[in-house]
C-alpha cells in the first residue's frame, strides 16, 4: 500500500536558516514524488515535482530511493515561506490524479 | 492566470440531505478530480473523471457519492444522504494530461457541514 509520512506538523526556524521538511514514502515499484504547498488563505498548488530536478523559490527535493524519502530543503528560509507543505505520491500505472498525500506540514519562519 | 473555481464556499446542511458541490474546471484541461479533507486529516482522493466517465475511484467514493460534469464547463459532486462523516472541505482539481504531467490544478474547495 502506499503511503507517505510528514513526521513534523509543525516546523519553525528563523529568517534565513536553513529548513528541511522532511518526507517519506512507503511504495514498491516506482513512484512519482511532488510537493504541494498551501500558502494562508491561497488554494493548493504545486511547488515541485522530482521528474523536474528543478529549483523552485529556493526549494530542492531529491528522490532517495534507498531511503524512501523526499525531504524538502531550502537553504536560507524566508518569511515568505510560511505555509503549509504536503509531500505527494502518484505511482506510476495510476491515473495521474491519484495522489496519496501527507498529513502536511506547517512551516513557520520567524522574522 | 485561469483558476479552478467552487461554490459553495461553505455549506451547511442536515444529515440525510443531498448535496451539490459545484466547479468550473480550467477550461483546456481535460481530466477532473474531486479530493477531501475532514479535518485535522490527509487529502484524500475520492475519484478521477475523464471523457465523460470515471477513470477511477476510491473506496471512500461508495454509492452515496456521484459525479457528472452536465454542461461544457461544470463538474459536480453529488453527496445523495450525507452523514455527519461526510464533514469536511472538499477540493475540485482539474489538469491538462493524464500519466506523467503531475500537476494539478486546485480549487479553493468548499467546506461542508453536516448537522
Known amino acids: 500500500a502506499q503511503r507517505v509520512t510528514q513526521p513534523e506538523k509543525l516546523l519553525s526556524v528563523f529568517k534565513g536558516a536553513p529548513v528541511e521538511l522532511k518526507c517519506n514514502y512507503s511504495y514498491s515499484g516506482s513512484p512519482e514524488l511532488f510537493w504541494y504547498v498551501q500558502y494562508s488563505r491561497q488554494r493548493l498548488q504545486l511547488l515541485l515535482r522530482?521528474?523536474s530536478r528543478e529549483s523552485i523559490k529556493g526549494f530542492t527535493a531529491d528522490l532517495n530511493k534507498g531511503e524512501t524519502s523526499f525531504h524538502l530543503k531550502k537553504p536560507f528560509a524566508q518569511e515568505e515561506d510560511s505555509a503549509m507543505y504536503y509531500c505527494?505520491?502518484?505511482?506510476?500505472?495510476?491515473?495521474?490524479?491519484?495522489?496519496?498525500f501527507g498529513r502536511g506540514t506547517q512551516l513557520t519562519v520567524w522574522p | 492566470e485561469p483558476e479552478v473555481t467552487q461554490t459553495p464556499s461553505h455549506q451547511v446542511t442536515q444529515m440525510g440531505q443531498e448535496v451539490i458541490l459545484r466547479c468550473v474546471p480550467i477550461s483546456n484541461h481535460l481530466y477532473f478530480y474531486w479530493y477531501r479533507q475532514i479535518l485535522g486529516q490527509k487529502v484524500e482522493f475520492l475519484v478521477s473523471?475523464?471523457?465523460?466517465?470515471?477513470?477511477?475511484k476510491s473506496e471512500i467514493f461508495d454509492d452515496q457519492f456521484s459525479v457528472e460534469r452536465p454542461d461544457g464547463s461544470n463538474f459536480t459532486l453529488k453527496i445523495r444522504s450525507t452523514k455527519l462523516e461526510d464533514s469536511a472541505m472538499y477540493f475540485c482539481?482539474?489538469?491538462?494530461?493524464?500519466?506523467?504531467?503531475?500537476?494539478?490544478?486546485f480549487g479553493e474547495g468548499s467546506r461542508l457541514t453536516v448537522l
Open positions: 505527494a505520491l502518484n505511482h506510476r500505472g495510476s491515473t495521474l490524479g491519484r495522489l496519496y
Open positions: 482539481a482539474s489538469s491538462r494530461r493524464g500519466q506523467g504531467a503531475g500537476e494539478l490544478f
Open positions: 522530482h521528474i
Open positions: 473523471f475523464y471523457n465523460n466517465e470515471i477513470s477511477e
